[in-house]
């Protein structure tokens, strides 16, 4: 069975808040979510965390595979939301290159044998 997977990759700075108006806007949704290959040398747990980028910024991570379409598709629209992602949402930078923040709901096949690739739903960036 095909899971609906929302995951996110954003790097905001410290002074926004937003990072943490993330993670515990996905914590309802992180209670529903489930592990694909419980158990297994390649588990894939769920993910809702905050990670400490520098002294002005930090990274909200999320990975949440939800058996739900309308709850990954909720969960979609209150991180993209152009008045949190697009307001907020900065690149991450690495010396001279930089990378976009993101997030993404995509059909996920990982649970399902023979494995399958996954189908994009939505994706947005920050770049």
């Known amino acids: 069975m095909a899971l609906n997977r929302v995951r996110a990759n954003v790097r ?3 002074s926004s808040g937003m990072a943490a108006w993330s993670r515990d806007q996905m914590a309802v949704r992180f209670d529903q979510a489930v592990y694909i290959k419980p158990g297994l040398n390649n588990e894939e747990q769920p993910r809702n965390e905050i990670v400490e980028d520098d002294a002005d910024h ?3 991570r999320c ?5 739900d379409a309308a709850a990954a598709e909720d969960a979609f629209a209150t991180l993209s939301n152009v008045s949190v992602f697009g307001a907020y949402a900065v690149d991450f930078e690495d010396g001279d290159m930089t990378s976009p923040s993101w997030i993404e709901h ?7 044998t023979p494995q399958k690739p996954c189908e994009a739903i939505d994706k947005v960036t920050s770049s």
């Open 12 to 14: 905001y700075t410290k």
């Open 106 to 112: 995509h059909k996920c096949h990982h649970d399902e």
């Open 63 to 67: 990975d949440l595979p939800l058996q």
């Open 58 to 60: 930090e990274i909200f």
